[in-house]
């Protein structure tokens, strides 16, 4: 019984452990274990997503034909499709249809209580959310899509050859804590992904949300939250810190065992209420804690995107705390 | 149980509130813990959930368990435990013996001597056995000390038992002891209640009773064995009140002492702290004195130390107090051009010093100032108003001394004078005349001045004469060898005129330079006051005093105090009054005659006190409290500082090791009192740190007296008592400090350091590692000296060819050497030595100096011009011997120490009191040592 057991967030979950390789690790068996993202498209019917290049019916670089045109003055003469224009005076130019990858945009909740965990989680919340978004990252990214990250200082993901640069980045910025900015502002024409615990106020989730999603009215509302967060496993006297919009202000539970059932209460209809809001600006809404298997906990998202219900919520084992 | 059978509090009282601790469970109930910090991001979600039900008792019982004992340790710590000593003595035999030492030294711890005797006289009773109490001192001379009693009866004695002021006659002890045996026998565990000092024959004592049974010596506590204030010999070699010495067992010799003069209602008149006074060293007490004299009032006795007893005390006469001489001079009268060596002036104020405070100013201040002697100098003019001013002075008791006025003031200064002077003085031994100058002729039997030592160096070559009709009043103190009165005296009122017929200076007569000056001067102080003559060791004696009865006027008892003399003490004569041990028939006290006092004071009588050193006695030395107590409270303290701990940290444990400072409701409990505790501990944490520096830097930093150590045990002890003597005195009397004593082995210690090693040899048998040692010191700017002492002359001794000394020379590098000059700077490097004062324990030896290499300068003449120091001093009359015996006589071991005072000045000055600057002081101190000596012989 080492002297950690009384310390909270001693060893287990430092964020200095957050780094590419624990990101690549936790990743692994994840990535591994998974369907490939590309057969969310050919598997299902009615999938919430589709994959793959997209025909934008426009001329451009694509691989299929688009129309012929004459050839004019400026057009490069290597374009002139032969056969076709010896079928008659004129050189035509055979043009192809415009194709462009979808856009990922992901958003990653840094704010300081994303670096709570509880002494019997494996990961803390951010730790967690970092290799959720790797991993999702990675399986876009073998589909083919673009990665950008709406948090400006992440960079995003292009191809193969990025992935341990991407991690290392991903792992550096979410090491660190800053707050919710107002110039995050989501992508038009993206699909976004938003990661975080949305435990601040309705009305500042609505804001995010609405902002974050730009009127996609498409993608993923996913809620990271620690078991000890949803079970509440503490007993005796606690002081706790409420924070507000601007002061932190302390409080006492002299008994917070008994408080339990309203918490969780309080605590569920949050989460309906986020929820809500998701559907209200047409992104699908996950919940995880992380006490959730990332294999299992991609597997919800790959589920969720490809239309199908949610399979039932396993592993939130409720560790309970003594004093 | 036998810990808690001898545990005890020093304040018990506290304990009852231990039973407050049930209580405080109570409180601990009403108190809820010290909440968690909790850390939760979902916290807001709480925020109105909080119940009101707050008193939840959730401590650990082993929590509450710990701070209960906390408190408990804490009240029991405030009661202050400690563990009485375990006593119980089983009496072996059919009595237990007591001696008791009431002698003068047990003063400061009689009470502790009592308590003893009475617990263990309790012990006795419980054990049903006699008591064979022996007091060292008997109640009557007649009476035996010793008695064997029942326990009540000796409670009783011991209660009532008295101190005498003196020392127990050990030998008579010892005799009645073995007189006694019989009753001896009975006891066998002997317990002595000593007071620290041997009286005598402590040794042999205990040595006798030690065939008996076993002897328990019980010792008190250095601080309060006694002191004694011993009369000192000032600079002059008098005795004299403003200096005095200190002597017995001191800690480590180096604590302040205040020296207190009080009346004789023990008020305070003055004091003074005296600081580093060492055993039996002279010290000056001037400024106690001072203090007193500008006061114009009259201790009655000092004390040495707060406790006071009959040694710690010295009476004072009174007379030494009231005498104040006034030498009358008016501004014409001082004559600055002239030389002050032939003003009378000079002569005067010389005679009076150091027997009475003086004083040079206009007659109407000398009277204010409370005279009881006014000289009127022979150039003073006596105007009407003087007169009419003298005369009501006299009439109301003071002295007026005269001297024959000069030739231009002759006719105003006819008055005033106890007889009728003619006009004329008379001139003997002139140029033209065939006379010889007058001396000293008879000192009338009934005259004041008797018992002065006659002076046949005395000329007189002028004199006045009386009238031959001298008046019926007048009446001759001295003749002139002529039988023309020399001194005359006439009472006037209560008071008198005195009149020396020659002049107080050089011209008229050598009166001023002799001894008898100054004897007559002090006499005629002594008188002035119209009490009685104070006799101390100066005192110049009459056949009449020598023979007068003095009777006891007061004793001095154990205490200190001057009590009446009690009913057996008879008269005594001064002869046994100096020279007898105090006993039954002779108290220290005041002793009187018909015109004359002697103050014995206890410490005079004390030869020299000598410490008992545990090993030198053939028992086993116990302190009177007999073992200390054991404080527990250390120990609580201790308790309590770990019982804080372990609250703070289990407290920390139950909390997840929150960071202090971001606590902002509570503190563990533990915290408060850690820190009173800590503040409580190093405040009275002793920081001093004992820096000591090498033993080489420390001789280095101080003179060292060393000798060689031989392997006799006896002579290396006397060497270091007899060097510890002189290293004293050095302190005490000349500019050096820290003065330290070393015995060195030739063969191993370094020798640089020491500027003068002593060898009292004992046998030229060493190796030649050591002689190379000697030799090689010497070479190198030491100065060796080697003590024979066998009391030889060296000459002598080199005619045996098997002599020590002779073999000594065939291995020591030896200088040529020879006999000390006459001249030689050792002579007066510091005082002044003649042949007879370089004595030692012998007389007959001599010393043989190095007097430089060169062959030709072994004259001493030519040896007085050499800056040569001597390397090696040979001398044979034992001088460590005189120096390390206390018992010897004063005036013998001054003779010594002063000779090692100047062999160790010698040493460290080399030739510098050579140099013709010194000569003047020297003359004068030589003419002036020699009227003293004069005086004192004779």
Not at chain 2, 431 to 449: F, H, K, M, N, V
Not at chain 2, 550 to 561: H, M
Not at chain 2, 619 to 631: C, D, F, G, L, T
């Amino acid at each position: 019984m080492a002297l950690s057991r009384f310390i909270p967030n001693a060893s287990k979950h430092n964020n200095h452990r957050l780094s590419g390789d624990f990101i690549m690790l936790g990743a692994e068996s994840a990535l591994a274990k998974t369907p490939d993202f590309t057969q969310l498209l050919s598997k299902f019917k009615t999938p919430y997503f589709t994959t793959g290049h997209q025909g934008q019916r426009r001329s451009g670089t694509g691989a299929d034909f688009w129309q012929y045109k004459e050839y004019q003055d400026g057009d490069n003469s290597q374009n002139i499709d032969w056969r076709k224009s010896a079928k008659g005076d004129t050189h035509y130019i055979r043009e192809r249809e415009w194709e462009k990858s979808q856009t990922i945009s992901i958003w990653l909740s840094r704010s300081r209580m994303m670096q709570f965990a509880h002494k019997s989680d494996d990961y803390s919340k951010a730790q967690y959310a970092a290799i959720l978004a790797y991993i999702l990252s990675a399986k876009f990214m073998l589909t083919g899509e673009h990665i950008k990250f709406i948090n400006a200082q992440i960079k995003g993901l292009h191809s193969a050859a990025q992935l341990q640069h991407f991690a290392h980045s991903l792992a550096e910025h979410s090491r660190k804590t800053v707050p919710y900015q107002k110039s995050d502002i989501g992508q038009a024409k993206s699909f976004p992904i938003l990661i975080s615990d949305f435990w601040e106020d309705l009305t500042v989730v609505e804001k995010q949300i609405k902002q974050l999603s730009a009127n996609n009215f498409r993608g993923l509302v996913i809620q990271i939250a620690s078991p000890a967060e949803l079970t509440l496993p503490y007993k005796g006297r606690v002081v706790l810190e409420s924070i507000s919009q601007d002061s932190a202000e302390n409080f006492t539970i002299s008994k917070i065992e008994d408080t339990k059932t309203a918490y969780i209460q309080r605590i569920n209809a949050h989460q309906r209420d986020i929820e809500r809001l998701a559907h209200k600006y047409g992104c699908q809404y996950i919940q995880l804690n992380t006490a959730r298997a990332l294999t299992s906990a991609t597997m919800d998202v790959y589920r969720s995107l490809a239309g199908l219900p949610p399979a039932s919520t396993q592993g939130a084992t409720s560790a309970e705390g003594e004093i | 149980m036998p810990f808690f059978a001898h545990l005890s509090f020093i304040s018990p009282q506290i304990l009852w509130c231990l039973f407050l601790l049930p209580l405080l469970w109570l409180v601990f109930k009403a108190i809820p813990p010290q909440p968690k910090m909790l850390n939760l991001p979902t916290a807001r979600f709480l925020v109105g959930l909080e119940t009101e039900n707050a008193a939840s008792d959730k401590l650990p019982w082993w929590l509450k368990l710990l701070r209960v004992i906390l408190f408990a340790a804490i009240i029991i710590a405030a009661a202050a435990p400690y563990i009485k000593p375990h006593e119980d003595i089983s009496i072996k035999g059919e009595s237990l013996a007591i001696i008791f030492e009431n002698s003068w030294a047990a003063a400061p711890h009689s009470d502790a001597q009592k308590d003893r005797a009475l617990s263990l006289i309790a012990l006795a009773e419980q054990q049903k056995k006699t008591i064979l109490l022996i007091k060292t001192i008997a109640d009557h001379e007649k009476q035996s000390r010793i008695t064997l009693t029942t326990p009540s009866e000796a409670r009783s004695m011991v209660e009532h038992i008295k101190l005498y002021p003196w020392k127990a006659n050990h030998v008579s002890l010892l005799q009645d002891l073995k007189d006694n045996t019989d009753k001896l026998k009975a006891a066998k565990t002997f317990h002595w209640l000593g007071h620290g000092y041997d009286d005598g024959d402590l040794q042999s004592n205990i040595a006798y009773i030690n065939k008996l049974g076993k002897v328990d010596y019980y010792k008190p506590d250095d601080n309060d064995t006694a002191l004694a204030i011993k009369r000192a010999l000032n600079a002059e070699g008098r005795e004299s009140h403003k200096s005095i010495q200190i002597d017995g067992a001191f800690n480590d010799n180096k604590k302040a002492l205040r020296i207190t003069a009080k009346d004789q209602f023990n008020n305070v008149l003055s004091f003074l702290t005296l600081k580093d006074i060492k055993n039996n060293s002279d010290t000056d007490i001037s400024a106690l004195w001072d203090g007193i004299e500008m006061q114009d009032i009259a201790p009655s006795y000092l004390q040495a130390g707060t406790f006071k007893h009959a040694a710690s005390v010295r009476y004072i006469s009174a007379n030494i107090i009231k005498q104040r001489v006034g030498i009358a001079t008016a501004n014409n009268t001082i004559n600055r051009e002239e030389s002050p060596l032939i003003q009378s002036l000079y002569y005067l104020s010389k005679a009076v010093e150091g027997k009475a405070p003086y004083n040079i100013a206009p007659i109407d201040n000398l009277i204010t100032w409370k005279a009881t002697l006014i000289i009127i100098p022979e150039n003073y003019a006596l105007s009407a108003n003087d007169t009419q001013t003298l005369t009501d002075w006299v009439e109301n008791g003071g002295t007026l001394l005269r001297f024959p006025p000069d030739a231009n003031i002759k006719q105003q200064s006819k008055t005033m004078m106890p007889v009728e002077l003619l006009d004329d003085e008379r001139n003997i031994a002139g140029r033209l005349d065939w006379q010889d100058p007058l001396t000293l002729g008879a000192i009338p039997e009934d005259s004041p001045l008797s018992g002065i030592a006659e002076d046949k160096t005395l000329e007189i070559k002028r004199q006045i004469l009386a009238t031959p009709a001298m008046s019926n009043t007048a009446a001759s103190w001295a003749l002139a060898s002529d039988g023309t009165p020399l001194i005359t005296a006439k009472d006037l009122g209560s008071g008198r005129i005195v009149l020396i017929h020659t002049q107080a200076k050089p011209g008229w007569s050598n009166l001023p330079l002799t001894g008898f000056f100054i004897n007559t001067l002090h006499r005629i102080i002594d008188i002035s006051t119209g009490a009685r003559i104070s006799i101390d060791r100066n005192t110049a004696l009459s056949t009449d005093l020598e023979n007068a009865s003095f009777t006891p006027y007061k004793v001095i008892n154990a205490n200190g105090d001057l009590i009446a003399p009690p009913n057996e003490l008879n008269a005594q004569t001064l002869q046994n009054i100096q020279s007898k041990p105090l006993s039954h028939s002779l108290w220290p006290g005041i002793y009187r005659s018909k015109n004359a006092e002697i103050i014995v004071n206890l410490g005079d009588k004390i030869n020299a006190i000598r410490t008992i050193y545990p090993q030198q006695l053939k028992a086993s030395i116990k302190p009177y409290i007999k073992e200390r107590n054991v404080n527990l409270l250390p120990y609580f303290i201790a308790l309590i500082i770990c019982l804080i701990l372990a609250e703070w940290l289990s407290v920390a444990i139950l909390t997840g090791f929150t960071p202090m400072f971001k606590k902002t409701t509570a503190k563990p409990l533990s915290t408060l009192l850690l820190i009173g505790l800590s503040c409580l501990v190093f405040s009275s944490a002793a920081l001093a740190q004992t820096d000591e520096g090498s033993d080489e830097a420390q001789r280095a930093n101080s003179l060292n007296l060393a000798y060689i150590k031989s392997n006799n045990p006896i002579i290396d002890s006397m060497a270091e008592k007899g060097l510890r003597y002189v290293a004293n005195a050095l302190e005490g009397r000349t500019a050096l400090y820290d003065v330290k004593v070393m015995g060195v082995s030739l063969a191993s210690d370094e020798l640089a350091f020491y500027p003068v090693l002593y060898w009292p040899f004992t046998s030229a048998a060493l190796r030649d590692e050591e002689y190379a040692a000697l030799n090689k010191y010497m070479n190198s700017g030491g100065m060796l000296f080697i003590d024979m002492r066998n009391g030889r002359k060296i000459s002598q001794t080199l005619y045996n060819k098997n002599s020590e000394l002779i073999k000594l020379g065939n291995h020591l590098s030896v200088p040529l050497l020879s006999p000390l000059p006459e001249n030689h700077v050792l002579r007066k490097s510091y005082y002044l030595l003649s042949t007879e004062n370089i004595a030692g324990r012998y007389r007959t030896g001599d010393i043989w100096i190095d007097l430089g290499n060169s062959a030709s300068k072994n004259t001493p003449k030519e040896a007085q011009d050499s800056q040569y120091v001597a390397r090696l001093l040979i001398g044979a009359n034992d001088w460590i011997g005189l120096w390390s015996d206390e018992n010897a006589d004063i005036y013998e071991r001054e003779k010594a120490l002063r000779f090692a005072i100047n062999l160790i000045m010698y040493a460290l000055t080399g030739t510098y009191k050579q140099d013709q600057v010194h000569t003047k002081a020297i003359l004068e101190r030589l003419d002036k040592r020699e009227q003293q000596l004069r005086g004192r012989n004779e």
